[in-house]
């Protein structure tokens, strides 16, 4: 059977492909024909009959793995069988990425922004700012004549005007 190799006449019982290699067809009859699995690719466990794709988030640089590894946090990559380090995108300004192994990166939400690209989190608009809307990569001002009372607001209604003077 695939992934499976009979190097003995008569033999009882075939031997597996160790992991990380493949062999795609049945009736071979030595270890060298078990193939490595290539960069991009990996193989689960013994006797594979192919080698899996790394998926979205991950990429493998070395032949013959068993995993992939992952992207790092503040990174994404959203393809498959990537090959490379270099593969792994940097998440831009007004977006973020908190885990390892991200194929996309979250658009900041209403009220906070990511003024940098790379960020593992966004931050809040401070008093007297607001942002409205997704993906954000700076807070606006309070109007004049208003004030930001609470952080991270999302529109100018959460700006209230300022008390006149008696």
Request: with cysteine; aromatic share 8%.
């Given at each position: ?19 990380g290699r ?97 960020s593992l ?46």
């Amino acid at each position: 059977p695939p992934g499976r190799f009979a190097n003995f006449p008569g033999t009882a019982f075939c031997a597996a492909c160790p992991p990380g290699r493949f062999l795609g067809f049945g009736g071979a009859v030595s270890f060298d024909q078990c193939m490595p699995c290539s960069p991009g690719t990996f193989g689960t466990g013994p006797a594979a009959g192919a080698c899996e794709p790394c998926q979205p988030g991950s990429y493998q640089d070395l032949p013959s793995e068993t995993g992939c590894k992952q992207c790092p946090a503040a990174t994404y990559l959203p393809g498959t069988r990537s090959r490379a380090f270099d593969d792994c995108l940097t998440c831009p300004s007004g977006t973020f990425s908190s885990t390892p192994g991200a194929s996309t990166c979250q658009l900041c939400a209403a009220g906070t922004f990511a003024a940098n690209p790379r960020s593992l989190q966004c931050t809040p608009c401070p008093k007297g700012k607001y942002a409205i809307g997704l993906g954000n990569t700076e807070c606006m001002s309070c109007p004049m004549g208003t004030y930001g009372a609470v952080p991270g607001a999302t529109s100018p209604a959460q700006c209230p005007l300022c008390a006149p003077r008696n």
